[in-house]
């Protein structure tokens, strides 16, 4: 059985574990301790800065994402983005992601957003066909453009 729902606390360790699996995936160097350290304390700050969701699959932490609430000044809506997701490689297959997507579009829905939305690496084939069977579209004309800050 899948579950989705915030992460309390008591996650953080099977949650930093599986952002370690997500680094090596994206071969990415992984959070050192320090970093760990901020993830889980902005994770539960109050207010929270930034949404961590996690995913059950009998009763074990499988998977996460993360969220947080952005705006649309073109639709005069708040939107909801979506950071990372991520699913531990022995529970895929299963419908985990597709029920994580369904949990937060459901969420933005409640929050009255006009958008849900990702980005997703150019190479990641399979994660780009999860995408398009739950219903979204990428944004071709769209770059993404970034500062990098010490
Ligand atoms: C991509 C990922 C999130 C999918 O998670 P999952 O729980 O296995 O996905 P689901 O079981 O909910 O799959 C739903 C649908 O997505 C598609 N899909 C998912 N994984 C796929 C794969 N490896 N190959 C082809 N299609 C796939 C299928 O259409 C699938 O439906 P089906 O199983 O009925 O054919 C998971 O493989 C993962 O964590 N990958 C590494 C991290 C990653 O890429 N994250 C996204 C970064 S943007």
Known sequence: ???????????????????????????LPPPDAEAGARLLADAFADPPRYELWVATLDGAVVAYAATFATYSTFRGKPSLSLEDLFVHPDARRRGVARAVLARLRAEAVARGC?????????????????????GARPLPQWQLWRVDLP
């Open 1 to 27: 059985m899948i579950d989705v729902r915030r992460a309390p606390p008591a996650d953080g360790p099977a949650y930093l574990a599986l952002v370690t699996a997500l680094a090596d995936f994206e071969h």
């Open 114 to 134: 006009g958008r849900f939305e990702w980005m997703v690496l150019d190479w990641n084939e399979d994660a780009q066909t999860l995408y398009r069977a739950v």
